[in-house]
């Protein structure tokens, strides 16, 4: 982020660069454990049009990787950009190839809003138990594991908190009243 506004490009570089590294470190580095990232992509789709394109193009050229296919599919128009091409590609409204691309680039979209708000999720339920006394890491890791989310929380009984092994009774009470305030 630069000073405190979203910076798509910026977040789109850093995703990148990121995962291409990772996966260079496994492939040069024979002590690490081949992992998700030690194969390296054959095509790298980006969601946008000639900018995002461009910034694709700069993660790979900066990790010394070439070789690897990059698109970018602008939304609105359903446009392919592709590097060396002054004009996109315009594929045919309901083409099979269009069809393809578009269920990539929305499974990718899919992904990456469930993702942040599962992160919301837990980011809600850690501030909510950081402000009970008494639970403290170790804590609210059993906390998340039983329960799995604030929504189970909040819908788990006195009773079930009182059962948790290692919460004691005072803080199960505190849990609970946090969890369900009453109005005054």
């Not at 405190?4 to 660069?17: C, F, H, I, S």
């Not at 900066?62 to 091409?85: C, T």
């Not at 469930?114 to 403290?136: E, F, N």
Request: net charge positive.
């Amino acid at each position: 982020r630069i000073s405190g506004k979203p910076d798509d490009y910026a977040m789109m570089y850093e995703v990148l660069t990121r995962r291409l590294a990772h996966g260079l470190a496994e492939l040069s580095d024979p002590s690490i454990a081949k992992g998700k990232f030690s194969e390296l992509p054959d095509l790298i789709l980006v969601d946008g049009g000639k900018g995002q394109l461009s910034v694709a193009m700069r993660a790979l050229e900066e990790q010394g990787l070439s070789g690897i296919e990059v698109a970018a599919l602008a939304k609105r128009e359903e446009l392919v950009y592709l590097p060396g091409r002054a004009e996109p590609v315009r594929l045919e409204g309901g083409s099979p190839a269009l069809k393809l691309l578009q269920r990539i680039r929305d499974e990718a979209h899919r992904f990456a809003v469930d993702y942040h708000r599962r992160l919301r999720g837990r980011k809600a339920l850690q501030s909510l138990l950081d402000s009970v006394p008494g639970i403290g890491p170790r804590r609210r890791e059993i906390l998340l594991s039983r329960f799995g989310s604030l929504e189970g929380l909040r819908r788990a009984s006195l009773e079930e908190l009182l059962s948790v092994p290692g919460l004691p009774r005072e803080v199960a009470h505190r849990l609970y009243k946090a969890l369900h305030p009453s109005p005054d």
